[in-house]
């Protein structure tokens, strides 16, 4: 059995679900289980719903809904699905939901993130439908797999956590049966129920982790990632054209660059991966011939291909904060104190940096940063500057490497650097910068390491 995720853009219009419908066709002796995400952008558009929806803006609420409707008829009527009345049900089913969620946010207090998850559901619920009675239609007997029904989270709306033991065992007794019937499973990325049975959420570009968790659970022998791009890249292509496509690298490397903003994998894909050893494929939906990467154990990497850098990310619009207290000085749990009150304000850290007196952290969520603020002030001194960017190293044997802060940072001789963080993890160099800075930096890095002496047996062109 395989997972194959299919991202926004793969499920866009109906020319790209055509395009999916083609490449499962390929994979059907691998059992193929399809994971989908909306279609490209609607999500953004649920969230802006539920924005005008708590502002009580009826008249934009009612655009909204009308507008995901007629992009939704479009792309079914164009895949000659008109007739559907099971799509004709699903499509109503979620207009009477939309407009439920969107009443009782304007009515409550705060922006309720339950109501929040329950219109954001919306999308994947629609594309997973259409792509499965089109998968039907064509004779590849597609069927809509519920995630409500397999994916057991907790209830934390809008970054739920999965919880395995119960989602395996709702996975193995809903998706194998069908599997063994020779059916296509297609399931919600980015989608769960808690044990409340509330709809929950896995957190923006969740899709992928989705995929994992599922691979996982039924314990397949490859996820299938297929996005807009060739495969994970030497850098991101929106700011170098012309970088260069990785051919493999490990679960760990690709974890680091999608934990400092790699988008084109959810974080948290790699961690259900990785404990069962199912390597992961990134590949290209509109240029399937164009290979991809393979992300595999690090024990499974040939050494000699572990080359030193292998990618650059980069994170933008951080805070750093800097605590400055002379009471610091030789005091021991003034560290505890202050991580203790970002734990409170469920604020992640991204980069530490400490000196005698003082701690620097960058934070990327400011929801908290008055409290957090005030907190801090109470035993310190706080100094806070924004728009600033963490950019990210990333490579298997960057540590052992002699040289290497000195070959980067001398390229950098005339950036300012706030931040340095190189002792954390084995396998990446991290560096904080102002954001205006970001393109020249990156270019500059990705010129250097990338531009010539590429190993053609680690990268190659991105087409
Ligand atoms: P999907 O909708 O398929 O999940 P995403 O938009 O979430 O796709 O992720 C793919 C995008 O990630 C690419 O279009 C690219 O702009 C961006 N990206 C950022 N960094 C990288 C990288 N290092 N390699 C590949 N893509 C990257
Ligand atoms: N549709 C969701 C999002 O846009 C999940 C995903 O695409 O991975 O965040
Ligand atoms: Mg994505």
């Known amino acids: 059995m395989i997972v194959m995720k299919f991202g926004g853009t793969s499920v866009n219009d109906a020319v790209a679900m ?18 989908v995400s909306a279609v490209g952008g609607l999500t953004n558009n649920l969230v802006t719903l539920s924005k005008e929806a708590k502002n009580s803006n009826d008249a934009r609420v009612k655009e909204i809904i009308t507008a995901l ?58 594309s997973a439908n259409i792509m499965a009675e089109y998968m039907d239609s064509i004779g590849m007997n597609g069927a809509w797999a519920d995630a409500r029904d397999i994916l057991v989270t907790d209830s934390a709306y809008g970054s739920a956590r999965p919880m395995m033991k119960e989602s395996t065992e709702q996975a193995k007794m809903i998706l194998l049966p069908m599997v063994a019937a020779n059916k296509i499973p297609v399931i919600q990325g980015f ?37 807009d791009v060739s495969g994970v890249l030497t850098a991101d292509p929106s700011l170098v054209p012309d970088a260069k496509r990785i ?67 980069y994170k933008e619009g951080l805070t750093v904060i800097t605590v400055h207290s002379t009471r610091m000085l030789m005091a021991h749990g003034f560290m505890l104190s202050i991580f203790q009150i970002f734990e409170k304000y469920k604020t992640p850290v991204d980069l530490v ?58 390229l950098l001789g005339d950036v300012r650097i706030h931040l340095i963080s190189q002792g954390a993890s084995e396998i990446n160099i991290s560096f904080v910068i102002d954001e205006s800075e970001l393109e020249r930096v990156i270019k500059r890095l990705h010129e250097h390491f990338f531009a010539q002496s590429a190993n053609p047996e680690i990268f190659t062109e991105n087409n």
């Open 247 to 313: 051919l493999l690298m490990s679960f760990q490397e690709a974890a680091e660059l999608a934990y400092f903003g790699a988008k084109v994998l959810h974080p948290a894909t790699m961690l259900p991966a990785v404990e069962k050893g199912i390597p992961i494929f990134v590949l290209n939906s509109i240029h399937p011939e164009q290979g991809g990467t393979q992300i595999a154990l690090s024990s499974d990497i040939d050494p000699d291909k572990g080359c030193v850098v292998k990618s650059i990310a």
């Open 18 to 35: 055509r395009r999916v419908a083609d490449i499962v066709k390929t994979r059907l002796e691998q059992q193929p289980v399809v994971v």
């Open 353 to 410: 940096a400490t000196s005698e007196v003082s701690v620097s952290i960058t934070i990327d969520n400011t929801e908290h940063l008055e409290e957090i603020k005030n907190e801090l002030c109470a035993f310190a001194t706080v100094g806070i500057v924004h728009n600033k960017a963490i950019v990210c190293l990333v490579g298997q044997y960057l540590k052992r490497t002699t040289g290497m802060p000195a070959k980067i940072f001398g």
């Open 191 to 227: 989608i769960g129920r808690d044990g409340a049975g509330k709809i929950t959420t896995l957190g923006r570009g969740g899709s992928d982790y989705s995929a994992s968790l599922f691979g996982a659970m039924l314990d397949v022998d490859s996820v299938e990632i297929w996005s």
């Open 69 to 126: 409707v007629n992009r939704h008829q479009t792309i079914i009527n164009d895949l000659g699905l008109a007739e559907s009345r099971t799509l004709k049900a699903r499509l109503s089913e979620v207009v009477a939901v939309l407009e439920s969620a969107c009443t009782d946010l304007g009515r409550a207090d705060s922006m309720q993130k339950d109501l929040v998850d329950v219109i954001l559901s919306t999308g994947e619920f629609l």
